[in-house]
C-alpha cells in the first residue's frame, strides 16, 4: 500500500463546517464518499456527507461543524492508504507517489540526485530532487524538461535548460 494524497481542502463553504476540496486523485467518485476516512497530518477525517459542486467534492467531516472549525482545515492534504496495482493512468501518466526515489539523470550535468516528493502547482508538478550537500533541485514535471521516466530501471531522464540547477 502507498499513502496518496487524494485531495487537499481549498476552503469552507458556508457556515456548518462544509469544506471545498480540491481533487488530486485519478478516481475521485470513488475517492471521495460518504464513510471515508482520510489521514492528515492534524489526524483522521471522517466524511461524513459528500455533494459535488462545479466539478469538486463538497465535503461534512465528522466533529467539524462550523465555519471556525472548517477554515482550520484550509490547505489540509486528504491521504488514503491505496494499492499501486490500483492506481488508474493512461499510458504517459505516472502517479506522483511513483516517483519518489526515483533517480534524476540530466543528458549533460549526469545524476542530479532523488526525487523527495512532488510539488503540485497551479500550472504543473514540480520534483524536489535531493542533492548531496547542496540545496534540493527543483524541477518542474513538464514534457520540454523530462524525456522519460523509467520506473524499471528507477530513473527519470531529464534535459534542464542552463543554469536551472543554480536556482
Do not use: C
Not at 489526524?43 to 467539524?64: C, D, S, Y
Not at 549526469?110 to 548531496?132: C, F, M, N, P, Q
Not at 524538461?145 to 543554480?166: N, W
Request: charged share 30%; glycine share 8%; proline share 5%.
Amino acid at each position: 500500500m502507498v499513502q496518496l494524497v487524494v485531495g487537499r481542502i481549498v476552503r469552507p463553504h458556508g457556515v456548518r463546517g462544509e469544506l471545498i476540496v480540491e481533487v488530486r486523485t485519478d478516481d475521485p467518485e470513488e475517492r471521495f464518499k460518504p464513510g471515508v476516512e482520510y489521514s492528515t497530518k492534524a489526524g483522521p477525517l471522517k466524511a461524513e456527507t459528500v455533494r459535488w459542486h462545479q466539478g469538486r467534492p463538497m465535503i461534512n467531516f465528522a466533529g467539524v461543524s462550523g465555519r471556525n472549525e472548517a477554515e482550520a482545515l484550509r490547505g489540509t492534504e486528504l491521504s488514503l492508504d491505496i494499492d499501486p496495482d490500483d492506481l488508474v493512468a493512461s499510458e504517459d501518466e505516472v502517479h506522483d507517489t511513483l516517483l519518489i526515489g526515483l533517480t534524476v539523470v540530466d543528458r549533460d550535468a549526469g545524476e542530479i540526485g532523488t526525487v523527495s516528493r512532488v510539488d503540485h502547482g497551479a500550472a504543473h508538478e514540480t520534483l524536489v530532487v535531493k542533492r548531496r550537500g547542496q540545496s534540493p533541485a527543483l524541477i518542474p514535471f513538464v514534457a520540454e524538461m523530462i524525456r522519460e521516466v523509467d520506473l524499471d530501471a528507477e530513473t527519470i531522464h531529464v534535459d534542464l535548460p542552463e543554469g536551472l540547477l543554480e536556482l
